[in-house]
Nanobody
Framework: AVQLVESGGGSVQSGGSLRLSCVVS????????MAWFRQDPGKKREGVAV???????SYKDSVKGRFTLSNDSSKNIMYLQMNNLKPEDTAMYYC?????????????????????WGRGTQVTVSS
């Protein structure tokens, strides 16, 4: 069975950094679409960054230049490096996978495309 497990969340002050990890089991992550979403209580879940099946990356405008996607194919882990964190980045962060290969950007990203989800890791940024 496909399983995604996130880690790396925590509490930091504004301007700090965190690196989130998503360990993938049950399939090879480089073959499919992988994304990070986030959700603050009372708000809609939103896409943050996506790796499409061609290996291209796309980011939400508010995180461009601060967040960076990467993966370690040998370990089947996807990372989200988050620098210069801001209080508005506070949310539960979820790793998601779409097992149907496709090209995606933030403009075409839809939560409904993703059929595998992790349980999330909390990121809290204080001012």
């Amino acid at each position: 069975a496909v399983q995604l497990v996130e880690s790396g969340g925590g509490s930091v002050q504004s301007g700090g950094s965190l690196r989130l990890s998503c360990v993938v089991s049950g399939y090879t992550l480089s073959n499919y679409v992988m994304a990070w979403f986030r959700q603050d209580p009372g708000k809609k879940r939103e896409g943050v960054a996506v790796f499409d099946s061609a290996g291209s990356t796309s980011y939400k405008d508010s995180v461009k230049g601060r967040f960076t996607l990467s993966n370690d194919s040998s370990k089947n882990i996807m990372y989200l490096q988050m620098n210069n964190l801001k209080p508005e980045d506070t949310a539960m962060y979820y790793c998601a996978a779409d097992l149907i290969p496709k090209r995606l950007t933030m403009a075409t990203l839809r939560e409904a495309l993703f059929n595998c989800w992790g349980r999330g890791t909390q990121v809290t940024v204080s001012s």
